[in-house]
């Protein structure tokens, strides 16, 4: 049987996105409250976890340290910083970051808001 979990982290940061219309407003340097959702999916083990939420806190520690308050343009140079690219570019880094998780739990994706309303979703 397989589950699949997902915690929420949040950060803030600045951004502007290339190849627009110089008056479309994301053109411009501007700002989001972010909310990315990472996505675990996996076997039951252990206490009954797929696994532990605590585990998590590389991510977490990622998120707060290289983009909390930062410009995305300069973190991800070479990269137009849209959430699209941002979920692909943040789901990369997890599974990196989570290399030791238990048999069969693989992250699955990654999600980033930028506004209440709108999310992007990498799932490979």
């Known amino acids: 049987m397989t589950f699949t979990i997902s915690k929420d982290f949040e950060f803030s940061a600045a951004h502007h996105l290339e190849g627009l219309?110089?008056?479309?407003p994301c053109s411009r340097v501007h700002g989001h409250n972010y909310v990315v959702r990472l996505e675990l999916t996996g076997p039951v083990s252990g206490p009954g976890f797929v696994y532990d939420y605590r585990a998590l806190a590389p991510f977490k520690h990622l998120l707060?340290?290289?983009l909390d308050h930062r410009d995305l343009n300069a973190i991800m140079a070479g990269e137009n910083p849209t959430a699209e690219h941002m979920a692909e570019w943040l789901y990369e880094l997890a599974v990196e970051l989570l290399d030791n998780m238990p048999d069969?739990?693989?992250v699955s994706a990654v999600s980033?808001?930028?506004t209440p309303k709108t999310?992007?979703?990498y799932r490979p």
């Open 64 to 66: 707060d340290t290289r």
């Open 112 to 114: 980033v808001s930028e």
């Open 119 to 121: 999310w992007a979703t």
């Open 104 to 106: 069969g739990v693989r």
């Open 21 to 24: 219309d110089p008056d479309h």
